[in-house]
């Protein structure tokens, strides 16, 4: 069982940065890889950006030179820094995980960005 608690949500105008971070609890030597979805208003939840367990990451088209996502296994926690933000960025934010062992996939609560023009 893993549980996933994101913060660093909020309201930022066009331009401005915000980090997002998701700590992870329970069982986490188990997982896999993270990532981090959106999804806004009418539109399906998207694949951000994601990073394995070695590192390695990539990123949606519209995100990438902008945002950076990082993970610290020591701390539990991935990041989400999102620089040079857009209002078509607006959206509510979600961490993920997978524990491959489990096949099982889990999700944080979402935390809303709002970026303003």
């Known amino acids: 069982q893993v549980q996933l608690v994101e913060s660093g949500g909020g309201l930022v105008q066009a331009g401005g940065s915000l980090r997002l971070s998701c700590a992870a609890s329970?069982?986490?030597?188990?997982?896999?890889?993270m990532a981090w979805y959106r999804q806004a208003p009418g539109k399906q939840r998207a694949l951000v950006a994601r990073i394995t367990s070695g590192g390695t990451t990539n990123y949606a088209d519209s995100v990438k030179g902008r945002f950076t996502i990082s993970r610290d296994n020591a701390k539990n926690t991935v990041y989400l820094q999102m620089n040079s933000l857009k209002p078509e960025d607006t959206a509510a934010y979600y961490c993920?995980?997978?524990?491959?062992?489990?096949?099982?996939?889990?999700w944080g609560q979402g935390t809303q960005v709002t970026v303003s023009s």
């Open positions: 329970g069982s986490v030597s188990s997982i896999g890889a």
């Open positions: 993920y995980c997978n524990v491959v062992r489990w096949g099982a996939n889990y």
